[in-house]
């Protein structure tokens, strides 16, 4: 018997076990069509959408499209007796000193803003003032207890600042025994060690800037222009993160380094390897910020299909339904439609949604259908739902993501971002085999894609994510050329006003079998009661194992 028929066999007796024959299954997912799919995602993309920014009518028609739509397919309320939890959003617009003064061997040091240092502060205070704020240099700012790594060990950070590398030690040594060598951790995201630093305790964190490590140049982040940024507002005002958050550029490190008389390539070198000790620069700066501050409300979506006997378990199906709105100051069309991003995944929450509440039977487990907003300022809807989770953590069983589908036509393959971090994997694989398909990793591990989109938010939370995305290798045209149009989209139209429905290039078939693959998926874990893992040694797994162990007393 080949390995796939062995599957399949498997795979057929235990849907037949579960009530669901799998007639009704493939009934089920024939529920999931381009007519119905296409129809929902020129709605979500239209221009009278507005863009869908959250905070604006466009939230407005966009939540209001979705309840409608979820209500209509006989879904319940995912809320108690609401169909939204509302996501508080904060605005800062934060203006640093024009230089950043460091002092203390002799004559003092003068970096100018923008293109030595970028920084902001989530701070909810007007003015943000550090004081004497010893700098130290801190290796890649990481506590990372699976590989034994703690580049804090010992150091009292409270009022100063940290400066730290990007992306992590595997990726700048490129060696398969640290961490995982080229493949990115979350250690490696700005993103924690901008979290780590707080945890320290510290008042400011610069993180060093490097072209390659961080997978973009300077430029992205660096310059002078000011503009608002978006956070989630916590109950202390955010005064948990450092007053200061920011970049310094690779150039401007190395010439505050010297000054100190440090070398930095010394310091970088030894920072990669284990038992680092951090190194105080002797220097120290004061800094004033100014914030302007706005708040605002948006909303998740939450749409749930109760499940039968183990319906106090439940799968997730997320996608964020916001985008960037309308431009005001650009001439003609200034509407950003964000049609890939994320009007396919959205419109794809709907069609998974039809297709889960066609079963005859339903399904054991509950399936939570989650529209997420404000992912493009940040994850905050996702990560607002994952610190204010309406189901119990240890009672989610996992978390499907989808973000910017495949509109190329059919793959032969589809791609695991992040692929190696959970048992979800093996379903994959399985749905994939299911479909004839293959299965391919990350291309780009070292860029940390998987810290990118919503799926993370629960995953920080160690609730297992998966983040499966389009294939390359195209049925009828083959890999080069969907490399060719994927990279000419992703200049031409990403994060652009013509991220729009174009019927000339857009071939949706492929669409459709993804929709349905992570259909598939769904469809096996809500009818299981395993509850997938990360894999050992993975960074969410202890605090997914804490969070199970309190579900079952122990
Ligand atoms: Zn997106």
């Keep these: 018997m080949t390995r796939l028929l062995a599957i399949l066999l498997i795979w057929i007796s ?6 669901q024959g799998p007639a009704d299954v493939a009934k089920a997912e024939s529920a999931i069509t381009l007519e119905d799919y296409k129809a929902h995602l020129l709605t979500i993309s239209s221009d009278e959408f507005g863009g869908r920014e959250p905070s604006t009518p466009g939230e407005e028609k966009t939540v209001t499209y979705l309840r409608d739509q979820f209500a209509a397919l006989g879904l319940k309320p995912g809320n108690g007796d609401s169909w939204f939890q509302d996501v508080p959003l904060v605005a800062i617009t934060t203006t640093p000193e024009k230089r950043m003064e ?5 004559r003092g040091f003068s970096m100018p803003f923008g293109t030595h240092w970028v920084a902001a502060s989530r701070r909810l205070e007007p003015e943000v003032r550090i004081e004497n704020s010893e700098l130290v240099f801190a290796g890649y700012g990481a506590v990372a207890p699976e590989y034994d790594w703690n580049d804090f060990e010992g150091l009292d950070l409270k009022g100063k600042t940290v400066l730290v590398l990007v992306n992590d030690p595997g990726f700048a040594t490129q060696d398969s025994t640290l961490f995982t060598g080229n493949a990115m951790t979350y250690y490696g995201r700005w993103t924690y060690k ?8 510290a008042a400011g964190v610069l993180v060093i800037h490097e072209t390659e490590a961080a997978g973009y140049p300077w430029g992205v982040i660096g310059g002078d222009r000011i503009s608002a940024n978006y956070y989630l507002e916590a109950k202390d005002g955010n005064k948990s993160r450092c007053a200061l958050e920011g970049w310094i ?17 010394a310091q970088k070198e030894a920072a990669a390897r284990p038992g680092y000790r951090a190194q105080p620069l002797g220097v120290t700066y004061s800094m004033t910020l100014k914030n302007e501050i706005h708040r605002s409300t948006s909303r998740n979506v939450l749409a749930l299909l109760p499940g039968s006997d183990l319906k106090d378990e439940y799968i997730i199906f997320s996608a964020h339904w916001d985008h960037f709105g309308i431009r005001e100051d650009l001439e003609g069309d200034n509407i950003f439609n964000g049609a890939r991003d994320n009007g396919t995944g959205t419109a794809a929450l709907l069609s998974m949604a039809r297709a889960f509440s066609s079963l005859p039977n339903g399904t054991r487990r509950s399936i939570l259908f989650m529209p997420v907003t404000a992912e493009e300022q940040g994850l905050l809807g996702s990560a607002y739902y994952a610190s204010h989770p309406v189901y119990p953590t240890n009672q989610t069983v996992a978390v499907i993501n989808m973000d910017a589908m495949n509109i190329f036509g059919p793959m032969k393959d589809i791609t695991i971002v992040g692929k190696g971090l959970s048992e ?15 299965v391919r990793p ?10 990118r989109s919503d799926h993370f938010s629960f995953a920080k939370q160690g609730i297992p994510a998966l983040y499966a995305r389009m294939g390359v290798d195209h049925v009828e045209k083959g890999e080069a050329w969907t490399r060719r149009i994927s990279a ?9 006003v013509n991220d729009e429905y174009d019927p000339a290039m857009w071939d949706l078939r492929g669409t459709i079998d993804d929709i349905r693959l992570l259909f598939r998926i769904g469809f096996r874990l809500a009818q299981s009661d395993a509850f997938p893992n990360w894999y050992p040694g993975n960074e969410f797994r202890a605090r997914r194992d804490a969070d199970m162990a309190r579900k079952s007393g122990e």
Excluded: C
């Design 14 to 19: 235990s849907a037949a076990l579960l009530a």
């Design 102 to 106: 460091v002092q203390g061997v002799a």
């Design 194 to 201: 901008f979290e780590e630093a707080a945890r320290q305790g």
């Design 249 to 265: 550029s690779e150039e401007a490190a190395r010439n505050l380094m010297a000054y100190a008389g440090v070398d930095y390539d």
């Design 424 to 438: 979800l994997d093996e379903y994959v694989l399985a749905a994939a085999k299911e479909q004839g398909r293959y």
């Design 442 to 451: 990350d291309p780009e591990p070292q860029k940390g894609v998987f810290y």
């Design 488 to 496: 000419k989209w992703t200049i031409e139209n990403y994060h652009k």
